[in-house]
Every structure is written in structure tokens, then in C-alpha cells.
């Protein structure tokens, strides 16, 4: 469990310090072998218990990006590994924060709500985009590869920098605007059932970034609007209380360059949602209208 | 911002790996369109040697000793061709049935089972490829 910067350094200073004493007491001779000896029981004790961990069926093994620009030691991304005892429904965000708490409390993640709700932590698990509080261990080959999201910036360890995919989302105007009012003041906006239930599962977003990370076009260009945003856009120009105008408004910005037609149809997004929104099929939804609208032969 | 965080060999070979089917179905579909241009220019290629055959005289087209035919019965004498155009059918017909497939997509008809229609789309390439090998092969030993 290797987790802190290699000490190397710290033994060199030592044994210098050792030759540079000219006449070193019995006394200081027998603490240094004392010491020795000490320290050789610690790396085997150490070691035994790493092989234990290793060979004990109820732990599991988690290998853990880590990477920190602050402290020179850490600035080359490497992996830790962490051996974690599993319990039964353990997710991997409750490996982590174990590791975290037992081993090595400089390894950083988001996470609150620890439900899927939030959407703190999406990591990139074993090769995929994983919501770390909603993904069972006992489902993971092991061991276990956690790393930040691809196409992201790290800030440290399992962090991102999300601004950009924020950016995106706020691109589209993701509130509810209309210039048709029901007719008494205090009146309420209503719904039809049927209205709620087309834009239902695209309500689900938690902002989570898995889908923009996991898509190939929003890797190579940075002005697409991506799954998350254009699924925000759907949920609002879907939404037949907004009215005409403000549908209008919401096509210009869904139809632009970097908008829907960069969608190719790669159905990354769809696969790693883990609110199961069908992102693609939104899109697609989403480019007909936009055809719909443009195309008049009458 | 949405570049991609230079994290070694290691990770790219693990993305790399763990494509789903809409990816791979997306990737193939690129390539095959590609490989079926690239064709198009050989075909047009050898296809052009039948302008100077054109003005042969009666005699020779007749013998079969005019440019055109000349050009096809060397390359079709080659095992390599004969191979290559095994392969030029996989291409064409995966590229056809996916093409359909993303067509479908388009319409928004059966999203739910784009990754089934995916695997049907290789099976048949497969099956019409397998099937096609002692047409193209036939002779060429
Ligand atoms: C029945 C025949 C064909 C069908 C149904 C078909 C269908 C399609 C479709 C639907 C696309 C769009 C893919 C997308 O949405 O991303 C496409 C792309 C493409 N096709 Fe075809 N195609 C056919 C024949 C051909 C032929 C004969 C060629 C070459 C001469 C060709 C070359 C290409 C190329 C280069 C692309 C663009 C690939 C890319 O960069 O994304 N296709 N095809
Ligand atoms: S659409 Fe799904 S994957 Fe994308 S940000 Fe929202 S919840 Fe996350
Ligand atoms: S911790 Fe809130 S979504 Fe995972």
C-alpha cells in the first residue's frame, strides 16, 4: 500500500549521517542495530499483511489513478493500489472512501450523496463511465482500474476539472421559459400526462458528465454541445407548455453547428447514462425536428 | 478543457478495449466507407484501360489481346486479387447493412436494439462473405 512519495532520499541522508560520526559509542552502535532490526520486522510484517490482503478472498483490489501538480512528488500520474476488505453491496465509491479512510487520506474524489443523485462521482471504472456510488463491486473484474474522467482535465487524483461540460449545459438555457400564461395570476402552469411522460426520463439528468466524457466527437471538438446539454435541450422544447416562440429560440441554439447534427449516432452516451436517459434517441428525435422545421414544401 | 489528459499507453489500449457496439458499428462503418472510395479510383483505374482498347481493330479484340482484356486477365490471374475482392465484398456488404442500420437509426425506428442490429448486420457480412469465397476463388489454383 504504497501510497506516499518514495523515501529513497531519506535513507541516503542516513547512512551518510551514519559514516560522517567518526567514533560512534557501543551504546549508539547497539541502537542502530536495534533500529535495523525494527525496521526489518516492519517491512516483513508489512509485507506479510500485503500478502495476506493479496490472498484473502474477501478483499479486494482497487488500482487507483493518482496524480497531484502540487506536490512535486506526485506531479507523474502513477497507480496506487489498495487492497480493501469487500462486504456484501459494496459500490466502489464505499472502496474508496475505505482506502481513503484506512490508507491514505490525501486520495481525492467528489462524492455526497453516495445515492446516484447527485452526480458527484462519475470516474472512468475498468475502461467505462461509471457512477462510482452506483456501481456493485461484486460486478467488477478485478482488479479494479479507478480513474478521473477521460477527455477532462485532471485537478488531482480522481478529480476533473467540469467547467467546460457546465459551460454546455448552461449554452442551452436549461430553465423553464414561456411568454404564454395561463389566465388567472395565481394560476398553475398544468401539464398534459401525456406531455410529462415524453419528457419524463430526460428530467433525469444529474449532471454527472459521463456521457460527455464518454463521447468521441465532444473529445475532438470542444464547441459541441454534447449528450448531457442537448438532452437539456430536449427536455425543454419538448415541453409544450413553453410554448411556439420560445420552441423556436430553443431549435436555433439545438440546430447550430456544434449543436445535434455532430451526433453520429455512436450511442456511447446512451450505454454509460446511469440514469438510463436514451440520450441518443433524443438527439436523433431532436434532428428530425430540426429538419421538420426548416424543411417547407407547401 | 475537453482534450484528452495524457495518462500513458496503459490507459489508451484499456479505451481502446472497451468499445460498445455502437462504437465499433461507427468505426467500421468509417473504414468501409473509405475502403469503398479508395476502391472506386482502382476501379475507375482499370476500367479507363478499356479506352484504348475501344479503338483496336476487330481482329485483336477478338484474340483478346487488346489492353482492357489484357489488364483484367493478368489481375484476375493473381491470387492476391482474387482474395482482395473476397475482401471488397465483406466491405461492401457490411458497409450496405450497416448503412441501412444507421438509416434506421435516423429514423428513430428500434434505437433500443441499434447493438442487435449491429451483430445481425456482421453475421450476415459473414455469411454472404463465406458464401461467396468459391465464386471468387474458383480457378485462381
Ligand atoms: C447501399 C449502399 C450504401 C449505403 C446504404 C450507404 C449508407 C451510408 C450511410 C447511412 C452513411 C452515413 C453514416 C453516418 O451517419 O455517420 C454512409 C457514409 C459513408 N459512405 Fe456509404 N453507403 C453506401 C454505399 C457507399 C459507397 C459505394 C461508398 C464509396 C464509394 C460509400 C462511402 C461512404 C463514406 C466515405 C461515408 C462517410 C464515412 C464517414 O466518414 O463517416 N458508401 N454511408
Ligand atoms: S445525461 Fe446521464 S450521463 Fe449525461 S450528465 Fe446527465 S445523468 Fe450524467
Ligand atoms: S455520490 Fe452523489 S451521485 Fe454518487
Redo the contacts with the bound molecule.
Keep these: 500500500m504504497s501510497t506516499q512519495i518514495p523515501k529513497q532520499t531519506e535513507k541516503a541522508d542516513e547512512t551518510a549521517a551514519e559514516t560522517e560520526t567518526d567514533a560512534p559509542s557501543k551504546g549508539d552502535e547497539r541502537r542502530a542495530e536495534k533500529r535495523r532490526r525494527a525496521d526489518e520486522r516492519r517491512r516483513q510484517r508489512e509485507a506479510e499483511e500485503a500478502e495476506r490482503a493479496a490472498a484473502d478472498e474477501n478483499t479486494v483490489e482497487l488500482r487507483v489513478f493518482r496524480y497531484d501538480p502540487d506536490v512535486e512528488g506526485k506531479q507523474e500520474p502513477r497507480f496506487d493500489t489498495f487492497h480493501v476488505p469487500f462486504t456484501k453491496g459494496m459500490t466502489v465509491l464505499d472502496a474508496l472512501m475505505y482506502a481513503r479512510d484506512s490508507y491514505d487520506s490525501s486520495l481525492t474524489f467528489r462524492h455526497s450523496c453516495r445515492q446516484a443523485v447527485c ?1 458527484s462521482d ?1 470516474m472512468f471504472v475498468n475502461g467505462g ?1 461509471k ?1 462510482a456510488c452506483k456501481t456493485q463491486i461484486d460486478e467488477l473484474e478485478e482488479p479494479i482500474r479507478v480513474e478521473p474522467l477521460p477527455h477532462a482535465e485532471v485537478t488531482k487524483d480522481l478529480v476533473v476539472d467540469m467547467e467546460h ?1 457546465y459551460d454546455q449545459m448552461e449554452a442551452v438555457e436549461p430553465y423553464f421559459q414561456t411568454n404564454e400564461y395561463p389566465d388567472g395570476e395565481l394560476e398553475e402552469q398544468r401539464q398534459t400526462r401525456e406531455n410529462r411522460e415524453k419528457i419524463k426520463m430526460s428530467t ?9 466524457s ?1 463521447c468521441n466527437i465532444a473529445a475532438g471538438d470542444n464547441e459541441y454541445l ?3 446539454a442537448i ?2 435541450a430536449y427536455r425543454f422544447a419538448m415541453d409544450e407548455r413553453e410554448g411556439e416562440d420560445v420552441k423556436q429560440k430553443r431549435l436555433e441554439i439545438i440546430e447550430q453547428e456544434h449543436g445535434v447534427w455532430r451526433c453520429q449516432t455512436q450511442f456511447s ?1 446512451t450505454e ?6 436514451p ?1 441518443t434517441e433524443h438527439i436523433q428525435e431532436l434532428k428530425r425536428e430540426a429538419v421538420k422545421n426548416n424543411l417547407k414544401f407547401w | 478543457m475537453s482534450q484528452s489528459y495524457n495518462r500513458g499507453l496503459i490507459e489508451d489500449f484499456s479505451r481502446w478495449r472497451e468499445f460498445e457496439a455502437g462504437m465499433w458499428a461507427w468505426i467500421f462503418h468509417k473504414f468501409t466507407g473509405w475502403v469503398l472510395i479508395g476502391y472506386l479510383f482502382t476501379h475507375i483505374a482499370v476500367l479507363s484501360t478499356a479506352i484504348p482498347a475501344s479503338g483496336a481493330e476487330t481482329a485483336v479484340l477478338q484474340a483478346g489481346n487488346d489492353v482492357y482484356t489484357q489488364t483484367i486477365v493478368s489481375l484476375e490471374g493473381l491470387l492476391l486479387v482474387r482474395v482482395l475482392e473476397v475482401g471488397l465484398l465483406a466491405v461492401a456488404v457490411f458497409h450496405m447493412l450497416n448503412g441501412a442500420r444507421l438509416l434506421l437509426v435516423d429514423l428513430g425506428v428500434g434505437l433500443e436494439s441499434q447493438d442487435k442490429s449491429f451483430y445481425a448486420s456482421l453475421i450476415l457480412t459473414g455469411a454472404i462473405t463465406v458464401a461467396s469465397v468459391p465464386t471468387f476463388i474458383a480457378g485462381a489454383f
Design positions: 452526480g462519475a463511465q457512477l461540460f433525469r439528468c444529474i449532471w454527472c458528465s459521463a456521457c460527455m464518454s454534447g449528450p448531457a438532452n437539456k452516451c454509460v447514462c446511469p440514469k438510463d436517459i440520450l
